[in-house]
């Protein structure tokens, strides 16, 4: 019969290796600042059309900003919105 | 956005507000279901009896003709419930939520229609057949036995037919959109849409024994590979990114700004789709799995962490100058509720996938409690918060009470707590108790039901926990209810420019992918993969090959950032090429952990331990044993620990599960471990623990089986089942269906006449005759279900050595040839003689 290896945890015995936490840790913390360093780059590119397309849910809004195509059905949506329910 | 405004024609579109409705509804619905149903199960676990015998008692005071007689009700056990839970809490309360929420934003973000109003009835119907065919199957004990992938094969076609329907019609709106770039949100869709069609399909892969029954193709350690690998990404690609989706459009809306950052947006989609189909194996660590894929799963989880806190981050930046909005609209309560949830379950999964962490949490309460943390607080709250801001709209009327809605939240969230802190206490208690030895550490002091007795006060908070959360979404009906019908129902109608010149989806395959950006990045991936898989000192070069191409990516990137901008603007305006690489991200995960398993020569690495082959009852037993539900409760790995091998024998090895098809390693222990079961006790001690547990145990909280002692053994359908094991590879030897029954029908006498000998105690059903002498009596027993069952319990554990393995080296035995495995490897100064010198 092949000997067992073990992963001794409990109050008796000895402490956990070590190897895969520090290799983890040490993998997801580099991996975390190329996540932000890419992500602080990008935030100074101006040349992306990024920002341009975080506007599209607001396309036919009236609310935030000049719509880019006129939306009278909203409108009226929204004017029935600013009712006030029941409880107030 | 300028374009030229004489090609342009201003028309009029308007919604199909319809669908998203309908879906809503259902969702609610079957909400309502899933939820009633998990607080059902969750007092089973405190109370034996709610699995039917509480009828027994709730009748017992009437007239004797209407007494309810029985012990357990079989559609009503937690081995069939807790399926119909889960499935009917992700794919019925969450699924038609992301319906409703992708069909009404999906048009918006298109400025169109729904392509097809036909297929969106189709969908929409289709599913609904489907879950309330699930609700019918999974409580008569129809089930596959794989979690959160129980259908029968009939319903895994129609999902997959339905699906194909939903993606035609959303692919369809994608392209006669009037909108030139998709939305971070489409993208999240797009993603949800092509990986759960993958992972369905390759986990569902199966042969059906008959209209309700059918066997895996994959066995054993193939098998766990695969449905952890669908079951993981389950939550990331039905659970999270259409959620994702759905954060990125209705938060900005509910908030009235854009989102914090679209740019962290890009960075956390493609990071979160790539990173998160590979983290499927920290759900077997310290299993049978070859230890290189375990730590192919840890490393991915604790990576997945930074995406997905990238996620929540821009969720939360996005109400910045908005936050006083918290104070007074629920809707923005539910939505920083639900994100802070994802980020909270998002921390937890990385740290419980450090295998020390999982060696004290896996199987345990802890791991439910963080399932149920992103369920009901990131999914649950999300579903909220999109209800609430969309009924208004689908009706045309405000909501109709805010305070009822504040009330609901509050509710709900002392409920999530509560039901989580109570399993995370549960947790690491019982794991504590569990691995707690005496002085020597080479004895357990705590028997395993002393270890659920021990948590059993916290496992009622969860019961309360899950109670108040139900109460909570019942206000939500009574609210969207009252709303519904104090509107009408609206289809928001928008003027458009129809501009056929529109320049989307122009981009040629070669300008997709033949450029600085997909270069770099595939050979920076193919030498990663290379560094994880080539033997030392190989690897180490393609290592440094990586970091190079890193390198040069990076400077690349510096120096040509426009471009690299441009190619992905572009890409994102041109849904098929960004669909491909979609798939391709997501497809490089599984195929590297699942080819090598699948392609392998299983009979190579087994270790030392081959599976003795199951006789035709055992294998009936089997198939009994996974319609109840059993791996719901009991697992079937023993695991590379000190207390897993001390409380239940030698560790699990490779060949010992590979006939087994569905394996039942099992993820939860609500009951002792099985896997080497058999043998242990005597066939008297099986057939009185499955007749009336209490009777060995009054502590235990599993339910009767009275049900078995009555059913009989279908010993015709046998041959047939013998049949399709052998086409998927279990090496049975031709036998003839003759030769299968009558083995079947000998071995269930011999087990029959133990019990007449043990003198047990034999259930007559009202129609039945009482056995009159041992002969009858041993006939009458050997046609009931209970002894196959017992026969199956009495074979697990049984192998056979495997001579030429044992004998080799210490070379490596996982199944990817090269990887040394360390966990196999002798290692003496932790064996408990060392530890008692």
């Given at each position: ?81 600013s ?6 | ?103 009404y ?7 169109a ?33 794989k ?9 895994n ?19 006669v ?5 998709l939305?971070?949100?489409l ?7 092509v ?11 199966q ?28 939550v ?50 310290h ?38 909005k ?8 539910f939505?920083v ?5 994802y ?49 208004p ?21 002392v409920?999530i ?28 002091v ?33 609210n ?45 991936i ?27 990516a ?9 471009t ?23 497809a ?51 695991r ?8 239940y024998?030698e560790?699990?090895?490779l ?21 080497r ?45 013998i ?24 071995q ?29 009596a ?6 009931k279900?209970i002894?196959?069952l ?23 035995q ?10 196999r ?9 060392t530890?008692?010198?």
């Open positions: 019969m092949p000997e067992m290896t073990v992963w001794q945890i409990s109050s008796s015995g000895r402490m956990p290796r070590m190897e895969v936490i520090v290799l983890t840790t040490l993998f997801s913390v580099l991996f975390a600042i190329f996540f932000l360093l890419l992500f602080v780059r990008m935030r100074q590119n101006p040349d992306s059309c990024a920002d341009q397309d975080s506007l599209i849910p607001f396309r036919g809004d009236e609310l935030t900003r000049p719509p880019l195509s006129p939306t009278p059905g909203e409108l009226t949506a929204e004017k029935n919105l009712e006030k329910s029941t409880d107030e | 956005m300028s374009s030229d405004t004489t090609t342009k024609n201003k028309i009029t579109i308007e919604f199909d507000d319809q669908t998203p409705r309908w879906f809503m509804i259902a969702s609610i619905t079957w909400g309502v279901v899933a939820m009633l149903v998990g607080v059902i199960c969750a007092f089973q676990l405190n109370f034996w009896q709610v699995n039917g015998h509480i009828f027994e008692m709730m009748t017992s005071w009437l007239p004797e003709r209407f007494q309810f007689k029985s012990d357990g009700i079989e559609y009503l056990t937690f081995g069939r419930l807790r399926p119909l839970h889960t499935n009917a809490a992700i794919f019925a309360f969450v699924g038609n939520m992301m319906f409703c929420g992708i069909y934003s999906t048009q918006r973000l298109c400025n229609r729904t392509f097809s109003d036909v297929l969106s009835k189709v969908h929409f119907w289709g599913w609904q057949l489907i879950i309330v065919g699930a609700a019918l199957t999974l409580p008569a004990g129809l089930t596959r036995g979690e959160y992938a129980e259908l029968i094969w009939p319903l076609i129609a999902v997959t037919v339905i699906w194909v329907i939903f993606a035609l019609n959303f692919f369809l709106t994608l392209k959109r009037r909108e030139k770039s939305y971070v949100a993208w999240f869709y797009i993603a949800t849409i990986t759960v069609a993958m992972l369905y399909i390759v986990n569902h892969l042969i059906p024994t008959s209209l309700v029954h059918a066997y895996p193709v994959f066995g054993g350690v193939q098998d766990a590979l695969v449905q952890w690998w669908y079951g993981h990404n389950a990331a690609f039905f659970l999270t990114t259409p959620i994702l989706g759905i954060m990125y459009y209705y938060l900005p809306k509910a908030a009235n700004r854009p989102v914090y950052s679209y740019r962290l947006s890009i960075v956390h989609f493609w990071s979160l789709v790539f990173i998160y189909i590979w983290a499927g194996p920290h759900h077997l660590l299993t049978a799995l070859p230890k290189w894929l375990q730590l192919l799963g840890v490393f991915f989880s604790l990576m997945l962490w930074a995406p997905s806190w990238g996620g929540m981050i821009n969720g939360l930046l996005t109400l910045r100058g908005a936050w006083d918290l104070r007074t609209d629920p809707v923005i309560k939505f509720a639900a994100i802070t949830f980020g909270m379950s998002t921390f937890e999964g990385p740290l419980l996938s450090i295998r020390s962490v999982s060696a004290l949490a896996h199987y345990t309460d802890w791991i439910v409690g963080h399932v149920h943390s992103g369920t009901l607080g990131w999914n649950g709250f999300m579903a909220a918060g999109m209800f609430y801001w969309l009924a709209r689908l009706w045309g009327k405000p909501l109709y009470s805010k305070t009822l809605a504040n009330f609901h939240f509050w509710i709900g969230l409920g707590l509560l039901y989580v802190a109570s399993l995370w206490f549960a947790g690491v208690i019982q794991g504590l108790m569990l691995n707690e030895t005496d002085a020597t550490g080479t004895r357990l705590n028997e395993f039901v002393q270890t659920v007795d021990k948590i059993q006060w916290l496992m009622l908070f969860r019961a309360i926990g899950g109670t108040l959360y139900l109460t909570g979404f019942l206000l939500l009906v009574v969207i209810y009252k709303t519904a019908k104090s509107g009408s129902p609206v289809n928001e109608t928008r003027e458009v420019f129809d501009d056929p010149d529109m320049k989307k989806d122009q981009m040629t395959w070669g300008a997709a992918f033949r450029n600085d950006p997909v270069t770099y990045t595939f050979w920076g193919f030498f990663a993969i290379l560094w994880i898989f080539l033997p030392p000192g190989a690897s180490h070069m393609a290592l440094v090959v990586t970091l190079v191409f890193a390198y040069l990076v400077k690349r990137f510096r120096a040509n950032t426009a690299w901008s441009k190619w992905y603007d572009d890409v994102s305006e041109n849904y098929l090429p960004f669909t491909v690489l979609v798939i391709i991200a997501v490089l995960g599984g195929v590297i952990q699942i080819m090598p398993t699948i392609t392998v020569n299983r009979a190579a690495n087994v270790e030392d331990r081959l599976q003795t082959l199951y006789t035709p009852l055992e294998l009936a037993g089997r198939d009994l044993y996974v319609s109840e539900g059993c791996y719901n409760c009991h697992s079937q790995m023993i590379m620990l000190v207390p897993d091998v001390l409380r024998g560790y699990s090895r060949g010992e599960s590979i006939y087994d098809h569905p394996f039942q390693w099992g993820s939860k222990r609500t009951g002792p471990d099985l896997a079961e058999g043998g242990v006790r005597g066939n008297d001690w099986h057939y009185l623990h499955m007749l009336n547990p209490r009777a060995i145990n009054a502590q235990s909280r599993m339910p009767n089986y009275p049900w078995l002692f009555q059913k009989e053994i279908d010993f015709k359908v046998l041959p047939g089942k049949a399709v094991q052998q086409r998927i590879g279990v090496p049975y030897p031709i036998m003839t269906p003759d030769e299968i029954e009558q083995g079947a029908r000998e269930a006498l011999a087990i029959a006449k133990t019990l007449v000998d043990a003198q047990v105690n034999i259930p007559v059903g009202k129609d039945e005759k009482e056995p009159a002498t041992e002969t009858e041993r006939d009458h027993l050997a046609s279900q002894v196959s017992i026969a199956y319990l009495q074979k697990l554990g049984s192998s056979e050595p495997v001579e030429e393995v044992e004998a080799a080296p210490t070379k490596p996982g199944i990817m040839p090269g990887i040394p495995d360390e966990l490897v002798v290692k003496p100064e932790v064996a408990p003689e530890e008692e010198n």
